[in-house]
């Protein structure tokens, strides 16, 4: 139990590797704040981990995106629970084409979901976070921002910057003692892989020294360890959770 007392806020957490983090996170004795731009799926989550893990938590419906609903999300955080340890920048999603036929409003959403979020929930966060005496901001990246993939510029081109964005946030606020460090996944078994074809998994497969997808509890296992004070010393960092893909 690491984070006995700890307040996480995990984004996206309705479901996929998200919902895996938080379930993580109170198995270590966390209380968490699901929220996720689908309402019901983190109300529904929020309480199955109560009931699984005997934590407190709270489901709210938070579109990432809006700095309205960011604000009233940390808000409601900090009026239920008293402040804020733990963010972790979780919520993204995909729209691939090639470059070129690729539309200026997917560049915009990916963009805005993947990148934009981080820096408005960690700018709504932060000063709370600042003032507990155990800070951590955990990005989850992506190898595709640490190699590019043809069909992905901008998500390759968000989870670029969140690398960047991260280690920023690292310098700002490691004389604060609060950390930050990204999770880069390679190849995970979630909603947003399934979508791929067969033949394109079994490509992929095939470029994984490990020879397997990722499980979303193996990145919630590298997002524990970062969250715990195991993690004291390292800041600024990436972490790839990949089977071997980035090294
Ligand atoms: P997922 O299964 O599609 O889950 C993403 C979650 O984010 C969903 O619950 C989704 O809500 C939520 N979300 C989307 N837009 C949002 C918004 N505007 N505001 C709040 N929540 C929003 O995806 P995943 O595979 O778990 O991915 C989680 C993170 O890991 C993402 O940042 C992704 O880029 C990263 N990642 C994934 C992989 C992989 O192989 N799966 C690899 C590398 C990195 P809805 O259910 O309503 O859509």
């Known amino acids: 139990m690491k984070l006995k007392e700890k307040v996480a ?76 340890n733990i963010l972790v920048n979780n919520a993204g999603i995909t729209r691939d084409g090639l470059m070129l036929r690729m539309k200026e ?16 929930c960690t700018k709504a966060a932060i000063r709370h976070i600042m003032r507990s005496d155990y800070g951590r901001v955990i990005n989850i990246a992506s190898v595709i921002g640490l190699m590019g993939n043809a069909g992905q510029a901008n998500y390759a081109a968000s989870k670029g910057g969140l690398i960047s964005f991260t280690k920023t946030i690292a310098k700002e606020f490691a004389s604060k003692g609060v950390t930050a460090n990204a999770i880069a996944p390679g190849f995970i078994q979630t909603a947003m892989t399934d979508k791929l074809k067969d033949e394109d998994k079994a490509k992929m497969t095939e470029l994984i020294p490990l020879k397997s997808l990722g499980q979303p509890g193996q990145v919630a296992d590298a997002v524990a360890f970062l969250a715990s004070p195991d993690a004291a010393y390292i800041t600024g960092q990436v972490l790839a959770v990949d089977g071997g893909m980035t090294m």
Not at 39 to 55: L, M, N, R
Not at 105 to 120: M, T, Y
């Open 105 to 120: 409003e997917d560049w915009d959403l990916v963009i805005n979901v993947n990148l934009k979020s981080a820096f408005l």
């Open 9 to 84: 806020i995990v984004t996206g957490s309705g479901r996929g590797i998200g919902r895996s983090i938080a379930e993580r996170l109170a198995s270590e004795g966390a209380t968490l704040v699901i929220c996720d731009v689908d309402g019901d799926g983190a109300v529904k989550t929020a309480s199955e981990i109560a009931a699984q893990f005997g934590v407190k938590t709270l489901g709210i419906k938070v579109d990432v995106t809006k700095s309205d609903e960011v604000d009233a999300l940390v808000k409601q955080t900090v009026d239920t629970f008293g402040g804020i």
